[in-house]
């Protein structure tokens, strides 16, 4: 499976970006699937999860409330809404994949990674 991200870029705080990930192959449906962040200086960390048929979603607590990740099967794509965004919400965002199908927060329990886009909220 290859990933694809995007839907980054600078915005103010309080503003919403939507990210997406692409993924290539037939095999999409299966998996479980990720949105992380890293900040400069600061481990990578689980924002959201969605299990593969959608119907299960883990938030971090302190993106609850206002983000959103939503998956189209259909499409090959997993989404991430990110609304009333901080400036403490800066960071690259990465989409993964999971073979155990379920909505996990573990970094450890993905397979596939993609190359990051850029999320940067101004003061």
């Known amino acids: 499976v290859q990933l694809q991200a995007s839907g980054g870029g600078l915005v103010q705080a309080g503003g919403s970006l939507r990210l997406s990930c692409a993924a290539s192959?037939?095999?999409?449906?299966?998996?479980?699937m990720g949105w992380f962040r890293q900040a400069p200086g600061k481990e990578r960390e689980s924002v959201a999860a969605?299990?593969?048929?959608?119907?299960?979603?883990y938030y971090a607590d302190s993106v609850k409330g206002r983000f959103t990740i939503s998956r189209d099967n259909a499409k090959n794509t997993v989404y991430l809404q990110t609304d009333s965004l901080k400036p403490e919400d800066t960071a690259v965002y990465y989409c993964?994949?999971?073979?155990?199908?379920?909505?996990?927060?573990?970094?450890?329990?993905?397979?596939?990674w993609g190359q990051g886009t850029q999320v940067t909220v101004s003061s």
């Open positions: 969605i299990s593969y048929g959608g119907r299960t979603t």
């Open positions: 192959g037939r095999t999409f449906s299966s998996y479980g």
């Open positions: 993964a994949a999971s073979k155990q199908r379920i909505a996990t927060r573990s970094v450890y329990e993905y397979d596939y």
